[in-house]
């Protein structure tokens, strides 16, 4: 098995990855949305009635 970040050997102890840094290189990407799982468009016939689409709601 081959390290995702930098493709060499993996170690026992830091699988999937062949070391901590390439770990936290993995980590960081993950903290700066450099990764994202995609999702669905919501459709606005999808939204509960009174919510404008793509706005956070209101603080009172």
Known sequence: MTCPICKSPTEKEH????SKRCANIDLGR???EGYAI???EED???LPQGEPANTPPSRH
């Open 38 to 40: 995609p999702a669905p």
């Open 44 to 46: 606005a016939d999808e």
């Open 15 to 18: 699988r999937p990855f062949c």
């Open 30 to 32: 993950w903290f700066s």
